[in-house]
């Protein structure tokens, strides 16, 4: 085991980290050269509104629409009679919950910048995930309580209701195309099933959800009660399905292609940081107009032949400077390995900046917990955040290290500790991130802020630690690397 602990002059903090010059250089800057040492100090946004607040003004909304959605249905259902009445009833209001709940849950993934900075890429990956399983149910459920409801007004079997719904409503038909579409993503998705196919294949299945939406777009106008004879319900319905078709083609398409002509993003050179881990420098012009943060990612896309039909996300691993950029890759797979041999003046578009891993600017004291690759973002931090900073970092061997000279050169530069923790468990004994080392670590620590990222199995220990050696939920912060 390995642990350093440095503690050397008093605190200078830092700003923006200073790029050669602040002109794009021609090979990648030296470690321990402009991203660690030189150092500058960096404005942190006075208290930006926290997380959690724009999480439930977000969530309020959505809850708002989802009464709005019922209250239409109450305007259009005069009266609800007998069992079959219930049942029909029933089906269309989750009928159109689904058809809201399919627009809510594209809109959370249109990478909109307030909901990606305010709230963040992952939680919202969340959100989709869990809000996709209710929102398939909804749509089964719906589409059988139909069915059963007219089979019983009808006095026929619901078989013989299906196949007649089938046949003779070509709207119903294309939905229920769409239903089986929106059942296989969600089969997909699900954790068991999405472990054993690559992410390549999930995430292009993922698209059918668009084909569905589409099919079953129709349907809701022709067949639905709440719309047939409501105009003005069937022109917000549209504009609401506009609206967010409209963000999607921006966010995703428009808008990182203009940023790309804007910024004329271009590798400027690669470098070997440790076996398997490579950093790219990107060059480009008038990149402090990205209003990018440290702990914050890109999607970046490398136009080469064998890359450009991708994007992959990868945080910043240096403060974003006026016209340079870094990233440091650990190869895991196909995209991460192909990194390695970009050469200079390869096209990249960048999609970002991303992500609510950012200084909350609280001006309370701030511990910086990395594991592994999970440094990256924190080492963007560790140079630019204000006030006293400790930082962990945990890996399994020295190997696995990266930025050493840089990080002892930011701290010796700024005054701040950090503390390698380096070995297996049987190397060290016993838990290196436990409650009571992580408090001999981090003196102080229930006080202080604490930003965690690495492996998710790492991630979820450590927050666990930091929650029973009393750091407030609040208090914490962490980056996942899987959405
Ligand atoms: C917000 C965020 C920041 C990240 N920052 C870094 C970083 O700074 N350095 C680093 O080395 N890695 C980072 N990663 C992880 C990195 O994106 C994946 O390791 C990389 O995309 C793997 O692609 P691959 O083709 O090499 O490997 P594969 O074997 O194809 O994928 C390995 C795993 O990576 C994930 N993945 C693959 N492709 C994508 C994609 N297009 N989008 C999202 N996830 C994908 C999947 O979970 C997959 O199981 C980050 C991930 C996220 C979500």
Known sequence: ???????????????????PGQRQPTTPPRSGGSHGPRARTRAVPPQKESGRASARVVLAVIALGAVAVIALWWHSTPDVRGLGGWLTGAGEVLGLLAGYGVVVLVALMARLPPLERGIGTDQLARWHAMGGRYVVCVVWAHALLIVWGYAVEAHTSVTGETAALLTQYPDVLMATVGGFLLLGVGLISMRAARRRVRYETWYYLHLYTYLAIALAFSHQFADGVAFVNNL???????????????????????????????????????????????????????????????????????????????????????????????????????????????????????????????????GRGVVLLAGGVGINPLRAMFATLPGPVTLIYRASSTRDVVFADELDAIAAARGATVHYVIGSRAELGGDPLSPRVLRSLAPGLDEQDVYVCGPDGMTSAAIEALRAAGVPKRRIHRESFEF
């Open 232 to 362: 003005a319900a069937r022109f917000w319905w549209s504009a609401m399905y506009l609206t967010v078709a409209v963000l999607i083609v921006w966010y995703r398409f428009v808008a990182p292609l203009r940023s790309f002509a804007r910024h004329g993003f271009h590798v400027i050179g690669v470098r070997q940081e440790g076996p398997g881990i490579v950093s790219v420098y990107i060059g480009g012009s008038r990149l402090d107009e990205l209003d990018a943060e440290p702990g914050q990612f890109f999607r970046w896309r490398f136009l080469t032949r064998s890359l450009w039909w991708s994007s992959h996300p990868y945080s910043l691993s240096a403060a974003p400077g006026k016209d340079l950029l870094r990233i440091t890759v650990k190869d895991l797979g196909d995209h991460s390995q192909a990194l390695a041999r970009l050469q200079p003046g390869t096209r990249v578009i960048a999609e970002g900046p991303y992500g609510a891993f950012t200084a909350t600017g609280s």
């Open 1 to 19: 085991m390995t642990s350093v602990a440095r503690r050397p002059a008093p605190a200078r903090h830092a700003e923006t980290e200073a790029y």
